[in-house]
């Protein structure tokens, strides 16, 4: 599976932006794909995931605040990250990924699969 990822950049707080990432090879099956972030200086964390099987979603429990919305098209085996009200924090270097099981994971060992990351910088 490669992912390829498109959509970041730079906006002021308050505003919104929207991520897209796309993949090829298999994307059958228990296919999962998701989104992680690295802020400046810290660790990559877990943002949000699809099921493709049946479009079943997890978020972060913190930040996300029903901020964000990530949905697919199979059609186009693509994810889309929707990132509104944008804040500061937000600010971070944000990955795709992608893995297959029967569960989302919100660990990053557990994907298999990444994209390039997409800088996203948010101004106060």
């Known amino acids: 599976v490669q992912l390829q990822a498109s959509g970041g950049g730079s906006v002021q707080a308050g505003g919104s932006l929207r991520l897209s990432c796309s993949a090829s090879g298999r994307t059958f099956g228990n296919f999962i794909m998701g989104w992680f972030r690295q802020p400046p200086g810290k660790e990559r964390e877990f943002v949000a995931a699809?099921?493709?099987?049946?479009?079943?979603?997890?978020y972060a429990d913190d930040f996300v605040k029903g901020r964000f919305t990530i949905s697919r098209d199979n059609t186009r085996d693509t994810v889309y990250l929707q990132m509104n009200n944008l804040e500061p924090e937000d600010t971070a270097v944000y990955y795709c990924?992608?893995?297959?099981?029967?569960?989302?994971?919100?660990?990053?060992?557990?994907?298999?699969?990444w994209g390039q990351g997409t800088q996203v910088t948010v101004s106060s």
């Open positions: 990924a992608a893995d297959f099981d029967i569960n989302i994971n919100m660990s990053p060992e557990r994907y298999d699969y």
């Open positions: 699809i099921m493709w099987s049946n479009s079943r979603t997890r």
